[in-house]
């Protein structure tokens, strides 16, 4: 006989395997993206090449294809598309791109290196000259140089700005640039390009993925947001100062339930003050969203975060998301272990909410003293009622992610640890040790759900 | 991703690769680019070699009694296939503006933004040197 557990294990496989499925495919998306920009270059006879310099140019021809479908799926990864968001995960997704940011720049300059290269030996020129007489009687060519050098104003700001403690928000003004590039550099391929001469196929490949790529980024950054904004006029309701000192923030907005926004789940908020307006925060929800009202806590810590405990009720908000996949939906097992440290508290006691009584569940809270937990009173009450098994580590670091006088453990948390999910959320470190920990302890990798922070 | 996966991807990409290949041309147009006498009773005016990304450009005219009876390419930018695609298509149709117009003056090919530049401006300094404008 099925009991009711393993209907309900099945069913999260199942849905963990759909998601696999999602996330597996968009990655194949990508390489036969790459495969067929290379197959249209090679099918119009660009691998026919007579001497050195053709065959310079023929790849810097083949690197710029691969560029373009790298910084097509950097678009698409930063475009908070909800299909992206569902299978990948929003932060995950952020994470990748910032990985494949630096591949997609360097392949950029290699593409503009091998075609400089090859035009300077052709015209027995300098790279400088070869490089500036590019856009000599072409205008698209003009923008690519204008592209390059902002490129290189990304890099050389990049590697400077890496020694220094600078905002979020220079960071993301720099990164804004990097869309303003790859703005100028996109039309020299349909307008240089003899590929769009021949055959409607390749300019209809090329179309097609250029709008989805920025198709999904217009819609999803820059449209939703409008949208969401007038749709829900979210105000800020209420503002109250926890026992720890963090400041609990509940949002009320017209048919915000609509929004579908699930326990574990962040948005990317912004309040209209004047100190605040500029910035865009990450912050999750501290409990399940009720009704038309969803609440989170902050902990002062950053520039902006100090600045939210002085947010007045009435005070208009705008927000982005719900994004991640730090949900419930994303259970394969059939217990789940909840373990959060400092204000990485806050998805956890909203997945704590969501947690059926009786479900195999245990709590675990690392903080440095009890005045220092966020949250504590309603984590108890919550675990109280949903029959959880709580536990508080509080006190200095050791050697694992508990306390110096009480080490942890996922295996001495649970019987079984591989029938378990584990949800962490916590400082980066602290974190990374809790999953290398769960791993050893024999939770399955697909199991562990590491919240990372992202924009 | 699973290791299956892995191989279904990169087969994939392998046979979408390959039937690139498979419908890729052979070998490439061939674009003259050859001078030669004037008859008799014609003269030869070369243009300025004219240098873009995509290579050298340069055109003589053959003048007979005042108008211009032949244009021909010396030199067609570069050799690889992008250009010789383009170039098999859009030296004719340039040779023949020019003759039919009577002037270096004609309307670019649309596709060719590199050669249409460079025989212009070659034909322009040639029909200069010709005296005719």
């Known amino acids: 006989m099925i009991t009711r557990t393993q209907a309900r294990v099945a069913e999260r496989r199942r849905r963990a395997s759909r998601r696999q499925w999602g996330a597996d495919g968009i990655v194949a998306c990508v390489w036969f993206a790459a495969a067929v920009g290379v197959a249209l270059n090679v099918a119009a006879g660009g691998l026919l090449v007579s001497n050195g310099t053709d065959v310079v140019r023929e790849a810097g021809r083949l690197v710029g294809i691969v560029t373009a479908v790298l910084m097509m799926s950097q678009v698409l990864l930063a475009s908070r598309a909800p299909w992206i968001d569902r299978v990948i995960g929003h932060d995950r997704a952020i994470a990748r791109h910032a990985t494949l940011g630096k591949y997609a720049i360097l392949l950029m300059f290699s593409h503009v290196g091998l075609i400089v290269t090859a035009t300077s030996r052709e015209l027995s020129q300098g790279m400088v000259q070869a490089f500036l007489g590019l856009s000599s009687g072409n205008l698209w060519m003009a923008a690519v140089e204008i592209a390059a050098g902002l490129f290189a104003l990304v890099l050389v700001t990049s590697l400077f700005g890496a020694f220094r403690d600078w905002h979020y928000e220079t960071w993301h003004t720099i990164n804004r640039v990097v869309y303003v590039a790859i703005a100028f550099a996109v039309p020299h391929q349909f307008l240089d390009g003899e590929t769009f001469r021949r055959g409607g196929l390749a300019w209809l490949f090329w179309f097609t993925f250029y709008a989805v790529a920025f198709g999904s980024f217009v819609a999803f950054r820059m449209v939703r947001p409008l949208v969401l904004t007038a749709n829900h006029r979210a105000r800020v309701a209420s503002v109250a100062t926890e026992a720890d000192g963090s400041t609990t923030v509940v949002i009320r907005g017209r048919g915000l339930r609509g929004l579908g926004a699930k326990p574990g789940q962040f948005l990317l908020w912004r309040f209209y003050t004047t100190r605040l307006f500029w910035q865009k925060h990450p912050y999750s929800l501290s409990s399940a969203p009720h009704g038309d009202q969803v609440r989170i806590t902050v902990k002062p810590s950053g520039h902006g975060s100090r600045a939210v405990a002085h947010v007045r009720p009435g005070t208009a908000v705008t927000f982005e998301g719900p994004l991640g996949i730090f949900t419930h939906d994303a259970r394969t097992r059939s217990g789940i272990v909840l373990i959060a440290a400092g204000i990485g508290v806050t998805p956890i006691r909203a997945l704590l909410e969501h947690v059926v009584p009786g479900e195999p569940c245990v709590v675990v809270l690392r903080a440095r003293s009890l005045d220092e937990a966020p949250l504590l009173d309603e984590v108890r009450a919550l675990a109280r009622d949903r029959s959880a098994e709580l536990k508080v580590l509080v006190g200095p670091r050791g050697d694992t992610w508990g306390t110096a006088d009480e080490p942890a453990s996922v295996a001495s948390l649970v019987r079984d640890p591989s029938d378990v999910d584990v949800f962490v959320c916590g400082p980066l470190a602290w974190a990374k040790q809790v999953e290398a920990d769960a791993l050893a302890s024999g939770v399955a990798p697909e199991a562990i759900h590491r919240e990372r922070f992202g924009w | ?133």
């Not at chain 2, 892995?6 to 087969?11: D, K, Y």
């Not at chain 2, 070699?49 to 010396?74: C, D, M, S, Y």
């Open chain 2, 1 to 133: 991703m699973r290791a299956q996966r892995v191989v279904i991807v990169a087969g994939g990409c392998a046979a979408i690769l390959g039937t690139g290949w498979l419908v890729a041309p052979r070998d490439l147009p061939t674009v003259t680019t050859t001078g030669g006498g004037a008859g008799a009773g014609a003269a030869t005016f070369d243009g300025p070699a004219i240098q873009n990304p995509r290579g050298v450009f340069q055109v003589e005219i053959v003048v007979k009694g005042g108008k211009v009876t032949e244009v021909r390419p010396l030199q067609a930018g570069t050799g690889d296939a992008e250009s010789r695609f383009i170039n098999s298509e859009a030296l004719p149709a340039l040779q023949k503006r020019i003759l039919d117009a009577q002037t270096w003056d004609v309307q670019y090919v649309s596709g060719a933004s590199f050669t249409s530049p460079g025989i212009v401006e070659s034909a322009k300094g040639a029909f200069k040197k010709a005296g005719l404008g």
